[in-house]
């Protein structure tokens, strides 16, 4: 029988015995959210984003049936170049390794495998979140449910734009998902610094984000997730203008084509890329630099208060 446990990575399993701070990555941004060859690039960048930043990246994926936390260089590269790589979320995670598939793991399959493995941080773009029209089509992203049981801190530039932003925001609310915004009390839109949105908390520091999480393992009431809302600066965001006009043609398309479900997003993306002539992308991989940045500077501060403060 094939073993179907959680495979380490030699460095991220070193890193899991030390005590040193481990940052989670996913790979569907890898497989699926930028194109080639810039993506096998951009995630080599990502994860040295993480240790310039004094963390050990850990990117998860599935390769030939095998749950793998800390993807080595060459099983990177083969999610990044291989045709046929699935998008699993949790539910697909078991069907994926029974049927010995390539798989790219989403915000949700990534959370709820880092939290397993014992990896409290993880850095990614964009959250998934309620679709537009989700009133009629049911259609919401996994992550939400999923992080509203896994206790785990999120970094990431709020939820895409081309989302039901307002929508997103209520059911994290209902489903008892916190959120706070890093060094701001509006919510983030990806590709924008500002949805349009106000938050309740914001926090000033990573130090204070390592707090946020000591203090929900101390009171042990609250099981789910920490989203830590980190905005692009407004010079580096996507021209407004453009998004808006980009983002309604995308919204027609979809509906002429009729795409629906996990190709929604794939889609928009790339529209995005090829409508904006690469300035969408730019904006893309800003974003999840400056959040691999911020979740180890995180899971640093997090190693340093498990180390100093007692039990």
Known sequence: MTNFHIHFGTEVA?????GRPIVALESTIVSHGL?????????RQIEQAVRDAGGVPATIGMVAGELIVGLDD???TRLATVDGVSKLSVRDLAVAAATGADGATTVAATSAVAAAAGIGVFATGGLGGVHREAAQTFDESAD???LARTPIAVVCAGVKSILDVGATLERLETLGVSVVGYRTRRFPGFYLTDAGFDLDWSVESPEQVADVLVARERQ???????IVANP???????DPALHDRTLAEGLAMLAREGVTGKAVTPFLLAH???ATEGASLAVNVRIILRNADLAARIAVAAAARRTDSPA
């Open 144 to 146: 939400l449910v999923t």
């Open 232 to 238: 692009l600066p407004v010079d580096q965001q996507l």
């Open 74 to 76: 060459a099983q990177l």
């Open 220 to 226: 042990g009431v609250h099981q789910g997730g920490l």
């Open 35 to 43: 194109p080639r060859p810039d993506n096998l690039l951009v995630a």
């Open 14 to 18: 070193d890193a899991l015995r030390a």
């Open 272 to 274: 995005f890329h090829s």
